[in-house]
């Protein structure tokens, strides 16, 4: 029995009978459900015309599955079905007979998901609903189903058939394309059907399915030869045919198993002699006459019935029938006994299915033009209260039917339900039909009142944006605000305007955005106080920065005048990131403040959230990383129950600025990349890019590989010439390349006085101290001292991304330092290749610790030795089982352990080198080998010298880095500079490095 929501009893439909003619697809499909057994999943596509075999053969395929212990499920793409329809199918049918608990466990946090697709599956009741204004969820979305089919196929082994995947939703179509990327690995084969010639006239369906088919196994069917086609003769018709007569029968009907089998049903029905011969020369021309032919067989009212039927779908409730025909429900029952006794039809769940397409095509079109229009109409009228009831709203197929029948009247219905059908596929995340449909709603609305039409150009406009077409996203939004101006509606106008310009919004820089702003603040008044105060707001983001901040303060000012909490706290949020300059942080940490106690007191999480990651930021350029790093928990959690993409790929952001803190380097590159495809996918590429890169810039600056950012930096000189900080990076890449002289001619281009005073300025001031403390440039450093001054005890941070650049403080010691060195004659060379790094000895029973002038002592301790082995090896990552050893033989006697320890630490050294070059080029076995050889190495040393087998190296990692913390702890307490340089220097993991910050002569700039 087929797991679906869709109960179709197919033995006595048109077409099904024993299968022939398919032997060698057969076993190519039965091979592929083997592979699957085994763990190699895929996807196979079939295709081929309607008729010929598609379906059949899955239903074969099927059987043998499920005899191999497989579960299977169904699900089909039906024109103008809810979005997702094939996959609400299949889950559904899965959920029913398959979940388990252990299953559930399994998914986690993902069967909230899930419930997108089954609402019953919900079980944390915070977790909001997928937002249409978030495209990112999709990919969520995408995940969870992933981890479904293999939470569910690692129970037991799946099939998945995906039938007439040519009439499927585009998103539909999409989830599969993802799918096929992941499944390699698991016990689960996807089969999809589609015709291929009805997927090229929907564009976008057929150019996804040619990708998929490109990464998996196609099986084209043609028609079936001469000897196949007289079994299917035989079956039907009980006749032995003379071999001439079946090759010209072959050749006629093209092998199409349908059209052979509909032939055979009309001349076993057939009293005429000459049957046999007219039906050969007329197929396949003919083979909708034959079917259509048929319904002479039946009586007035079941003909009704099946041609009511045929209007309305695939499949049809006897009582909406009953409706349309005006029959008691006893004769409508009747009716559709008849036709499913010849052979036209088959019972649906609750009254009538046609089993294949075609025989419903070919009745439809046999209806003249001006009754298919009355029946549409009156199907229309008649099933719309249960359609839009229904648990998944049928609003698509009722805009479908009203505007066929629209000769009847009800245009005004067409753009009703096509809007409802296009907020519908919003809401479940699929876009391209949302443009379909509301953009067939738009050209049907000129008669509609204008602020409805105005609304469902704003609803297309975001629509577009969510799909990447900017460019359109654009033109309906100008068209909205034209039709507003036009019949005098400012209060609309502005309300399109905060609507475009919300955070997070591609459109809220554009031209376009500026002047619907200006135009609604034009014609507003004074009348709407709170509006005027959101508009001002938005619209000084996009102000020089002279003008911004007087015009975001204008608004704080109107917005506290009025008795309104949500615009106040919208206008304090967009005044947050207008006030960005470094004098204003007391201003945005009160901001962020009341801006959530508002958003509180309203229940508004959306602003709650926005606050949180407000709040966040402050707390960053105090320099209260831990207080940030609970709040970006707070902000990590709201934005996963809000299913907010934008934040979700900020705080994933904000994440990697705070592993680079604290300098967890793998941490913080994987995290600054998952960060930017978050960023793609909540649509906003461009801010990701930049994001990305100034975190790239301070990752690959502690990892000495700067120079790889060049061609990067002049990118983005050529995008934003106005823009120092790009400058700034592409000098520090220079320096890092040797290029000292090109990095001095563009600092002689950055006028410190001179920078925007916007959120990049302190860190861009930090930046040039860098450059001017390795140039030795002591002008620079002088003026950049004293505008960094009023600002010590801070971080300096670049912009809302947080990519954390320095603790100011500590830039002004450095510069205290160089100005020292060089003011007093000639730089001098320091042992550590330009960079005044950590020393330490051990004097008795302490560590003296010298940095920069200061001194202090620790206690000999396992982390004292750690760390005193690490600075002694300055940007050298060593092995936590390595560094055990080194410290265990420095324990012993202080020197060198000995020709043995020499020989394994000089081949753990060629390993690492081999580490490094393996993981760079992501050669991945390669990487294994090296870092088990290494472990193993060093796992042998230890256990000579310290008596003891096996160590685990996890447990040995965590010791390792705890007592690490703990001696830089000590070191803090006595002076904080030193302790900050050596959290800043210091990265710990299964390796552990030190890297001296900037210092004078630090030619990594």
């Keep these: 029995m087929r797991h679906s929501i869709e109960v179709v009893v197919s033995s006595v439909s048109i077409g099904v009978g024993r299968l022939v003619g398919r032997e060698r697809e057969r076993l190519e499909l039965t091979a592929a459900v083997d592979e699957a057994r085994r763990g190699r999943g895929r996807v196979v596509l079939i295709t081929g015309d309607a008729g010929i075999g598609r379906t059949r053969l899955c239903e074969e395929v099927e059987a043998y599955a499920r005899a191999q212990g497989f ?69 969520r979305l995408v995940d969870a189903v992933l981890m479904l089919v293999r939470a569910a196929s690692a129970a037991q082994p799946l099939v998945l058939l995906l039938d007439d995947l040519h009439a499927a939703d585009v998103a539909s179509v999409k989830l599969l394309e993802f799918l096929a990327l992941e499944i390699h690995d698991a016990p689960l084969l996807v089969i999809g ?66 059209f052979v089998r509909e032939l055979a049903r009309y001349l076993r029905s057939s009293s005429e002699d000459d049957a046999f011969a007219r039906a050969i020369m007329t197929i396949p021309h003919a083979i909708g006459d034959l079917i259509v032919g048929r319904l002479g067989l039946l009586s007035p009212a079941a003909k009704a019935v099946v041609l009511a039927a045929a209007v309305a779908g695939m499949e049809v409730e006897a009582s909406l029938l009953a409706a349309i025909c005006r029959l008691e429900p006893a004769e409508c029952l009747s009716s559709i006994e008849e036709a499913v006794r010849i052979g036209l039809a088959a019972p649906g769940a609750n009254g009538i299915a046609f089993s294949q397409a075609l025989v419903r095509q070919a009745i439809y079109r046999s209806i003249p033009v001006a009754e298919r229009a009355r029946l549409h109409h009156a199907f229309a009228v008649v099933a719309a209260p249960s359609y839009e009831a229904a648990a998944e709203p049928r609003f698509a197929e009722l805009a479908h039917h009203f505007a066929q029948g629209a000769s009847f009247g009800g245009w005004d219905k067409v753009v009703h339900y096509e809007r409802l059908a296009g907020e519908h596929a919003a809401k479940r995340l699929a876009f391209d039909e949302a443009v379909v449909h509301f953009s067939r709603a738009h050209e049907r609305s000129a008669k509609i009142d204008p602020e409805d039409r105005c609304e469902l150009l704003m609803v297309l406009s975001d629509a577009l944006l969510a799909t ?56 507003l008044g004074d009348d709407e106080p709170a509006l005027r105060a959101q508009l001002l707001a938005r619209l000084a983001a996009t102000r020089p920065s002279a003008e911004r901040t007087s015009m ?51 229940h508004r999480r959306d602003l709650v959230l926005e606050s949180s990651d407000a709040h966040y930021l402050a707390l960053v350029e105090l320099d209260d990383l831990a207080g940030a790093e609970r709040e970006l928990s707070r902000c990590a959690l709201l934005a996963r129950e809000l299913r907010s993409g934008y934040y979700e790929w900020l705080t994933r952001t904000h994440e990697a600025a705070l592993a680079l803190a604290r300098g967890d380097l793998a941490d913080a590159e994987r995290l600054a990349d998952e960060g930017y495809r978050l960023g793609e996918r909540a649509g906003a590429t461009r801010e990701a890019r930049v994001r990305h890169l100034l975190l790239l810039w301070r990752l690959r600056r502690r990892q000495n590989r700067l120079s790889e950012l060049a061609s990067r930096a002049l990118e983005m000189i050529a995008v934003a010439p106005e823009a120092p900080i790009w400058r700034v990076l592409l000098a520090q890449s220079r320096l890092a390349a040797k290029d000292e002289s090109g990095a001095r001619e563009l600092l002689g281009t950055i006028d410190a006085d001179g920078l925007p005073r916007d959120e990049l300025w302190l860190g861009t001031l930090v930046g040039l101290a860098e450059i001017a403390i390795v140039l030795g440039d002591l002008t620079s450093m002088s003026l950049v001292r004293d505008r960094l001054a009023p600002f010590a005890g801070r971080n300096a941070i670049l912009g809302r991304g947080a990519a954390l650049i320095a603790p100011v403080t500590l830039t002004l010691e450095q510069l205290d330092v160089a100005i020292g060195k060089v003011a007093g004659g000639a ?141 830089i702890k000590k070191i803090g307490a006595k002076d904080a500079l030193l302790g900050r340089h050596l959290s800043q220097a210091l990265r710990t993991g299964t390796t552990c490095i030190y890297s001296p910050l900037v210092t004078p002569n630090d030619p990594s700039g």
Excluded at 504 to 512: D, K
Aim: proline share 5%; aromatic share 4%; with cysteine.
């Design 827 to 967: 730089r001098e060379p320091t042992p550590t290749g330009g960079m005044i790094a950590v020393e330490m000895e051990l004097s008795g029973s302490e560590w003296i610790v010298r940095w920069g002038g200061v001194s202090v002592s620790i206690a000999d301790s396992k982390g004292s030795r750690y760390l005193a082995e690490l600075v002694r090896h300055p940007d050298r990552e060593l092995h936590v089982a390595e560094l055990a050893m080194r410290a265990a033989g420095m324990a012993d006697d202080g020197e060198a352990a000995g020709p043995e320890v020499d020989a394994v630490r000089s081949r753990v050294e060629e390993l690492m080198d081999v580490l490094g070059e393996a993981e760079q080029r992501q050669h991945l076995a390669r990487a294994n080998a090296a870092r088990e050889s290494i472990e193993r190495l060093t796992d042998e040393m230890l256990a000579s010298r310290t008596k003891r087998t096996g160590p685990d190296i996890e447990r040995l990692r965590q010791s390792v880095t705890k007592r690490l913390r703990d001696a």
């Design 468 to 523: 990447g077409e900017s460019a359109r996203a654009v033109e309906a939004l100008v068209e909205a605000a034209e039709i507003a101006r036009a019949h005098g509606r400012p209060r609309l106008l502005a309300r399109f305007a905060l609507r475009a310009g919300r955070r997070g919004s591609a459109l809220r820089h554009s031209p376009q955005f500026v002047q619907l702003c200006q135009d609604a603040l034009d014609r």
């Design 71 to 139: 579960a299977t499920f169904w699900g089909h793409g039906v024109d103008d079905a809810p979005p997702y329809w094939p996959w609400i199918q299949l889950i559904r049918g899965f959920v029913r007979t398959c979940m388990t608990p252990d299953i559930e466990r399994a998914l986690g946090p993902a069967i909230d998901d899930l419930a997108f697709f089954l609402p019953s599956l919900r079980r944390n009741a915070r977790v909001t609903e997928l937002s249409p204004d978030d495209p990112a969820a999709l990919h």
């Design 552 to 602: 975001a303060m204008r608004a704080l000012a109107i917005a506290r005048s009025v008795d309104d909490p949500a615009a106040l706290a919208d206008t304090l949020l967009s005044a947050y990131h207008v006030l960005d300059g470094a004098e204003y942080l007391q201003e945005r940490l009160a901001i962020a403040s009341q801006a959530e106690e508002l958003a509180s007191g309203l």
């Design 193 to 258: 059907s589609y015709r291929e010639a009805e997927a090229g006239v929907r564009p976008a369906v057929g150019k996804l399915l040619s990708s998929i088919g490109r990464r998996a196994t196609t099986i084209a069917l043609k028609g079936l030869d001469a000897g196949a086609m007289a079994e299917i003769m035989r079956d039907v018709t009980g006749l032995e045919l003379d071999d001439n007569i079946v090759k010209l029968l072959c050749r006629r009907a093209g092998g199409n198993p349908l």
